[in-house]
C-alpha cells in the first residue's frame, strides 16, 4: 500500500466498466481494510480527466472473492478522505 499512498495504483476495468481491484485479504483487520479502501478511492477519483463531465464514479461495492458484496457509501468516504 506505500505505492498506492505514494500515488500509484494498477487497476482493470471491463468491458461493461466495473473496476476490479484487490484491496486487501480477509486477515487483514478492519482498520488496514478502510484505509486501503479510502487511498483507493482517493486515488481513482483523482485520476477523473478535467475533460469528463457528470459523476466519475457512481456506486462502490466492496465484495470478497464468492461472498455476497457491501454497497459502501461514497460521499462519506470522500469526506473522510479530505479530512
Known amino acids: ?28 483487520d478492519a482498520d488496514k481494510l478502510s484505509d486501503n479502501v479510502k487511498a483507493l478511492i482517493d486515488a481513482v477519483l483523482k485520476s477523473k480527466p478535467s475533460s469528463s463531465k457528470g459523476a466519475f464514479v457512481l456506486t462502490c461495492t466492496l465484495t470478497a472473492t464468492m461472498s455476497p458484496g457491501i454497497p459502501l457509501d461514497l460521499k ?7 479530512e
Open 1 to 28: 500500500m506505500k505505492e498506492v499512498k505514494a500515488g500509484r495504483v494498477e487497476y482493470k476495468i471491463d468491458k461493461t466498466a466495473n473496476m476490479h481491484v484487490p484491496v486487501g485479504k480477509v486477515s487483514f
Open 76 to 82: 462519506a468516504i470522500q469526506q473522510t478522505v479530505s
